[in-house]
């Protein structure tokens, strides 16, 4: 069998999320496996924490990959990693498709954030996670791309502007990008070439501050020839904001 990679992405200045392969084992029965995104959840915090039989318990043993090893957890040792932000995607009868937003951040105050979409079945009854799709090229098939984020404030300390780095990866058509904050969106502009050192800026409108400290702002990714869409990063407010999300984002000069 062709072993692939599992988790195979990073966060560039931040160093090598992971780089597992492979999938054996099966659930315990714990509450971890009670839904898709319980399931993808306690997967990558068992990584992050070092639990290599843990991880393994969590994945489905029909999956086309092979066993976690130890050193694949050990990649997320050497940043200061947590998870985000879980969504589920999409979910059909016992498949479901769902998405886990790591940050990460290093000694020296480096930060980044990535987006692993999972594919996750059910087995015997439980939700176990049966495949990386980023390492397939299954969909979604999303960019894979580093980036850091900051906060622009004005002189009361209240936040004016988020901004989103591509700190490295691949090159993204800008239409396909926009920020989202709840239920309200706002694209960014066409005709720009994403690459690294490209700042995106996600800008606040309006008077008071309508979005609290952490509110989380999410840079999405949509296929533009299809009907994909994929959360690439995510922010959460340390102060509020003045006004609320911008009609539309804009480049960094």
Avoid at 50 to 58: I, P, R, S, T, W
Wanted: hydrophobic share 30%; with cysteine.
């Amino acid at each position: 069998m062709q072993r692939r990679s599992f988790l195979a992405a990073s966060v560039g200045a931040v160093g090598s999320l992971a780089g597992c392969s492979g999938i054996l084992g099966s659930s315990d029965g714990s509450s971890d496996t009670s839904s898709p995104a319980d399931v993808s959840r306690a997967l990558v915090q068992a990584l992050i924490d070092g639990d290599v039989a843990a991880a393994n318990d969590l994945l489905h043993p029909d999956s086309p990959d092979g066993e976690v090893e130890q050193s694949n957890a050990e990649s997320f040792q050497s940043v200061d990693a947590s998870i985000e932000d879980v969504a589920v995607a999409s979910q059909e009868g016992s498949t479901a498709t769902v998405n886990v937003v790591i940050s990460a951040e290093t000694e020296d105050g480096e930060s980044g954030t990535v987006t692993f979409p999972f594919e996750v079945r059910k087995h015997d009854g439980d939700w176990l996670v049966y495949e990386d799709l980023r390492a397939t090229g299954s969909p979604p098939r999303a960019p894979s791309v580093q980036w850091e984020s900051t906060e622009r404030t004005d002189a009361d300390g209240s936040v004016t502007a988020v901004t989103f780095t591509h700190g490295g990866g691949d090159t993204i058509q800008s239409g396909s990008l926009s920020a989202r904050v709840g239920e309200s969106t706002a694209p960014a502009p066409e005709g720009t070439d994403v690459t690294a050192g490209t700042t995106l800026v996600v800008p606040t409108e309006g008077r008071g501050n309508s979005m609290t400290s952490s509110t989380t702002v999410y840079l999405t990714w949509s296929d533009p020839d299809g009907d994909q869409s994929q959360d690439l990063g995510a922010h959460t407010l340390s102060s509020p904001t003045v006004g609320t999300l911008g009609e539309t984002l804009w480049f960094d000069s």
